[in-house]
């Protein structure tokens, strides 16, 4: 069956890196949009990042310049490198799939999701 595991979480300093990873499992990663998602404490998820089966990518504006999401077809695994960490970023982060074209990042849209992992930053 479709999985979804992320991992690569933890604590860091503002103005550090870190790099999530997303990986796939029953599925070739590479067919389908897979999301990053987070949710902060007491807050609904929404979206950060996309990337298409096409390759394209969109980025929530709070993260845009300072996020990147890639894939790695080889290992099955979708990565988000977050640059320029700050406070707000605090969150526990999901990746999940969809097959369904979108214009904007609707969670309702999105499937498999993994357990998600902590990425707390401090200031």
């Known amino acids: 069956q479709m999985q979804l595991v992320e991992s690569g979480g933890g604590l860091v300093h503002a103005g550090g890196s870190m790099r999530l990873s997303c990986a796939a499992s029953g599925f070739t990663l590479d067919k389908w949009t897979i999301g990053w998602f987070r949710q902060r404490s007491g807050e609904g998820r929404e979206g950060v990042a996309y990337?298409?089966?096409?390759?394209?990518?969109y980025y929530a504006n709070d993260v845009k310049g300072r996020f990147t999401i890639s894939r790695d077809v080889a290992k099955n695994t979708v990565f988000l490198q977050m640059d320029s960490l700050k406070p707000e970023d605090t969150a526990h982060y999901y990746c999940?799939?969809?097959?369904?074209?979108?214009?904007?990042?609707?969670?309702?849209?999105?499937?498999?999701w993994g357990p998600g992992t902590q990425v707390t930053v401090s200031s």
């Open positions: 990337i298409s089966s096409e390759s394209s990518t």
């Open positions: 999940a799939a969809t097959q369904v074209i979108i214009s904007t990042m609707n969670p309702l849209f999105f499937g498999s």
